[in-house]
C-alpha cells in the first residue's frame, strides 16, 4: 500500500493538468506567432520591398501579387496607400494612424499590423518618407529659390523646420541645404 501512495505523488495535481488542458487552444488561438515565430523570411521580406517601391512609383495594378499576404491584405494595403499616395493625405501634419483607420473604416489594429509586420516600416518612418520625397520634388522645381526651407518643410506636411531636418538628415544622410548643395540646384 505504501508503495502506491509513492506512484501516486509522482502525477501532478489534477488540477495542474487541466489548467494546460485548457489554457493551450486558448493560447494558440490568440497568440498563433509564438507558435509560428513570425516566420517571414528574407526572400519574402525583399518581395514586399520590391511592392513597395513599385507601389510607391506606379499603380497596384502592375505590382505582380506577392505570395506571402492575403487578397484582404492586398486591398486593405492598396487602400491605405492610394490614401497617402494619391490623395497625398501624407501633407497634413497631423495625419496619424488613428485618421487613416477612421477614413479607410480599417481597424487601427490590423493598420499598425500592416505598417509593423508587413510593411515592416512604421509609420511615422514612411510618412516621413513621403514627405521628403515630396519636399525634393519642390526643391527640384526650384521652390527653394521663393520658398524658405521651412516654406517647404510647412508644404511638406511638418510641423516645423526642425522636424523636417531631422526626418531630411536621416532619410538622405545630409540636411536639405546640403543636398542642394551637392545637386547644384542654387
Known amino acids: 500500500m505504501l508503495n502506491t501512495n509513492l506512484k501516486m505523488n509522482n502525477f501532478p495535481p489534477l488540477r495542474y493538468v487541466s489548467i494546460f488542458t485548457v489554457l493551450t487552444p486558448i493560447i494558440i488561438l490568440f497568440f498563433p506567432n509564438?507558435?509560428?515565430?513570425?516566420?517571414?523570411?528574407?526572400?519574402?521580406?525583399?518581395?514586399?520591398?520590391?511592392?513597395l517601391e513599385k507601389y510607391l512609383n506606379h499603380s497596384i495594378s502592375e505590382v505582380k501579387k506577392t505570395d506571402f499576404i492575403t487578397n484582404d491584405e492586398e486591398e486593405d494595403?492598396?487602400?491605405?496607400?492610394?490614401?497617402?499616395?494619391?490623395?497625398?493625405?501624407?501633407?497634413?501634419?497631423?495625419?496619424?494612424?488613428?485618421?487613416?483607420?477612421?477614413?479607410?473604416?480599417?481597424?487601427?489594429?490590423?493598420?499598425?499590423?500592416?505598417?509593423?509586420?508587413?510593411?515592416?516600416?512604421?509609420?511615422?518612418?514612411?510618412?516621413?518618407?513621403?514627405?521628403?520625397?515630396?519636399?525634393?520634388?519642390?526643391?527640384?522645381?526650384?521652390?527653394?529659390?521663393?520658398l524658405s526651407i521651412e516654406g517647404i518643410a510647412m508644404q511638406s506636411g511638418f510641423k516645423n523646420k526642425s522636424t523636417f531636418y531631422l526626418a531630411f538628415k536621416d532619410e538622405k544622410g545630409m540636411t536639405p541645404l546640403e543636398w542642394i548643395s551637392n545637386k547644384n540646384l542654387d
Open 77 to 146: 494595403l492598396a487602400r491605405i496607400m492610394n490614401y497617402l499616395k494619391n490623395e497625398k493625405k501624407y501633407l497634413n501634419p497631423g495625419l496619424s494612424i488613428h485618421e487613416i483607420s477612421k477614413s479607410l473604416d480599417i481597424p487601427q489594429a490590423r493598420v499598425t499590423y500592416y505598417f509593423n509586420k508587413i510593411i515592416k516600416t512604421p509609420f511615422p518612418k514612411l510618412r516621413n518618407q513621403l514627405r521628403i520625397n515630396h519636399a525634393i520634388e519642390l526643391i527640384s522645381q526650384n521652390a527653394h529659390q521663393s
Open 34 to 51: 509564438w507558435l509560428y515565430a513570425n516566420q517571414i523570411n528574407a526572400n519574402q521580406q525583399n518581395k514586399w520591398d520590391l511592392f
